[in-house]
Every structure is written in structure tokens, then in C-alpha cells.
T-cell receptor, first 114, second 110 residues
């Protein structure tokens, strides 16, 4: 079946360094890729998304890249800060199917060390 | 995302009991979803509904039931047939691409 693999499961970086989280999807028809941030005990919040007609998207310190050929997309956080510490989830969706159903990765726990 | 509410925030259930988790949205979204979240397993889809009076099973529907009688409401019942129901339950709604999540309900079976 469809699945999304996410790596690493945990990531620790020093404050100010960059963090990269990678996801690979199996359904070649996927065309929408959101990233969510979830703080402890809170709801997931969308931080950035990308569609299949775009290779890269940036929003301040956050960027996402997409390689459709490899079925691979990544989240890049630069100049990390302690408040970036959270669990990050990637997801893939085939909007053309009309269901808007997401397949989520298993999450990456990011710790930014001060 | 303040337009999606879930209640209660914490719920305790004795074995053998059915419990119903509430999810309400005032965003006028057509689609609604229920996810279960366990440590290290991400979000797994239980049920989803794209329109009133219609819903589809997700990946882990066994032991759960839903209804969608109103656009604003998508309650989830955890039945006694669900053998390991202790988890964090998240409801979401969407119109087009983005899914908006509710604050979640943490269910504990005693």
C-alpha cells in the first residue's frame, strides 16, 4: 500500500545549526506535500507545503525541496532556535483523487540544544 | 485552526465500555478526519468523511465507528471491540488541500 518513510526519527542540533528531515513516498500520483510541527501535547500545525509542480519553496528559515523522480522531499530549517524543538511530520497526498487523504510519515523529534 | 474543537480533552474509560469523542468545526469544511496518534507511529487514519451522510474507513477502522449527520460534526465512537484504545485522538477538517487539526482528546483505558 501507500506509505511515507521519514528519517531520522530523532535529531539533535546545536542552536544556530541547520536541520534536515527527509521523506520518501511510494505513490507516484502524490502531488501535495505538507509539513506539520507538533509541540508536546498540542495539535499539529502546518508550517510549509509544496506541490508537485514546484521544486523548492522557502519561508524565512524554513524550506522544502521536492524531487519527483526520486519520490523524495525534505524539510530544511536554518539558524535553528530552541523554540524549533518539536516533532515534525511530513505527509503526501494525491489531490487529483478527490479525497484529500494524507499519508503521514512517522515523525522526527527535533531537539535544538542551547 | 481555532474553528475546530474536540471534547473532552481527557477521557478515562473502563474496559468494556463504549465512549464517544466529539469533534465540531465552524469552518464550513466539507471533509473531516479522525486520526489516532501513538508514540513513534505518527498519525494513522481511522475514518474520514468527504460529505454529510458519507464516510470511509481509513487504515485502522476496526473497533471504531463514526457518523456524519451534520456538516459541522463528526463524532467518533471507540467501541469495546477496540482492544488497545489508549491513545491521543486528533480530528481534522479540510477544504481543498490543507488539513486543520483540533486540539485532541487523550483517551486512557483503566
Amino acid at each position: 500500500g501507500e506509505n511515507v518513510e521519514q528519517h531520522p526519527s530523532t535529531l539533535s542540533v546545536q542552536e544556530g545549526d541547520s536541520a534536515v528531515i527527509k521523506c520518501t513516498y511510494s505513490d507516484s500520483a502524490s502531488n501535495y506535500f505538507p509539513w506539520y510541527k507538533q509541540e508536546l501535547g498540542k495539535r499539529p500545525q502546518l508550517i510549509i507545503d509544496i506541490r508537485s509542480n514546484v521544486g523548492e519553496k522557502k519561508d524565512q528559515r524554513i524550506a522544502v525541496t521536492l524531487n519527483k523522480t526520486a519520490k523524495h522531499f525534505s524539510l530544511h530549517i536554518t539558524e535553528t532556535q530552541p523554540e524549533d524543538s518539536a516533532v515534525y511530520f511530513c505527509a503526501a497526498s494525491n489531490q487529483a483523487s478527490g479525497t484529500y487523504k494524507y499519508i503521514f510519515g512517522t515523525g522526527t523529534r527535533l531537539k535544538v540544544l542551547a | 485552526d481555532g474553528g475546530i474543537t474536540q471534547s473532552p480533552k481527557y477521557l478515562f474509560r473502563k474496559e468494556g465500555q463504549n465512549v464517544t469523542l466529539s469533534c465540531e468545526q465552524n469552518l464550513n469544511h466539507d471533509a473531516m478526519y479522525w486520526y489516532r496518534q501513538d508514540p513513534g507511529q505518527g498519525l494513522r487514519l481511522i475514518y474520514y468523511s468527504q460529505i454529510v451522510n458519507d464516510f470511509q474507513k481509513g487504515d485502522i477502522a476496526e473497533g471504531y465507528s463514526v457518523s456524519r449527520e451534520k456538516k459541522e460534526s463528526f463524532p467518533l465512537t471507540v467501541t469495546s471491540a477496540q482492544k488497545n484504545p489508549t491513545a491521543f485522538y486528533l480530528c481534522a477538517s479540510s477544504i481543498n488541500d490543507e488539513q486543520f487539526f483540533g486540539p485532541g482528546t487523550r483517551l486512557t483505558v483503566l
